[in-house]
């Protein structure tokens, strides 16, 4: 029973150029919530995230960023014209439904902005 | 705004000790609380969780602890392995219930 799967685990961009980081939930999952952790800090909330519709996007910056959650395929976020201060890691959780509040890490995507 | 807190950034312990982590959180209609364990390089690793309804819930060596009233939770690891040690955090459902509040994480190192 495979984990959350997160592609790929690490991704160089420079400056400017866009990121695009994907995530399998776990089989069975219909939820999909993004979170980022810059280096020795907890992880903070950006986006929650159900089969083609986003519930709370309260944690994601204004511009740059985005995510989706298609019907078919892994969920993705999106961050154009990146910034230095994107570096950071990237972690996608998923749950089984609404009211199952237990949330399944994968192992992140690590951003490094040059 | 809701905050998730942990009291010490750092604990070491001898192998065979007990361990007891503690956290503090900010929103007292929080429902849900969870710990997770993060090695390095890793994702956070689901350990144990409890609801707002119950005050103590044991795992295999661990337990958490949740006093509403001071609005603190503890996890308690016993005879800690050195297998144990990496970044431990608490977290907490937000008011809307649509996602998790962590806190900054405590460092357990474990020595033989």
């Known amino acids: 029973n495979a984990g959350v799967m997160q592609n790929p685990r690490h991704l160089v961009r420079r400056r400017g150029q866009e990121a695009r980081l994907r995530c399998s939930p776990m089989k069975g999952h219909s939820h999909v919530y993004w979170y980022r952790q810059l280096p020795e800090e907890g992880l903070k909330f950006m986006v929650y995230?159900?089969?083609?519709?986003?519930?709370?996007e309260s944690g994601m910056p204004k511009e740059r960023f985005s995510a989706e959650f298609p019907k078919e395929g892994p969920s993705i976020l999106r961050i154009q014209q990146v910034v230095r201060g994107d570096s950071a890691a990237y972690f996608c959780?998923?749950?089984?439904?609404?009211?199952?509040?237990?949330?399944?890490f994968g192992p992140g995507t690590r951003l490094l902005v040059l | 705004g809701e905050s998730v807190g942990l009291h010490l950034p750092t604990l070491s312990v001898q192998e065979g000790d007990n361990s007891i982590i503690n956290c503090a959180y900010s929103n007292s209609a929080s429902d849900y609380f969870i710990w997770y364990k993060q090695e390095s390089g890793k994702g956070p690793q689901f350990i144990i969780d409890i609801r707002s309804n119950m005050d103590k819930r044991q795992g295999q060596r661990v337990t958490v602890l949740l006093n509403k009233t001071v609005k603190h939770l503890s996890l308690q690891i016993a005879a800690t392995q050195p297998g144990d040690s990496a970044v431990y955090f608490c977290?907490?459902?937000?008011?809307?219930?649509?996602?998790?509040?962590f806190g900054k994480g405590t460092t357990l190192s474990v020595s033989s």
């Open positions: 995230l159900q089969k083609e519709n986003i519930i709370d």
């Open positions: 977290a907490a459902d937000n008011q809307a219930g649509t996602a998790l509040i």
């Open positions: 959780a998923s749950s089984p439904e609404q009211g199952q509040k237990t949330q399944y």
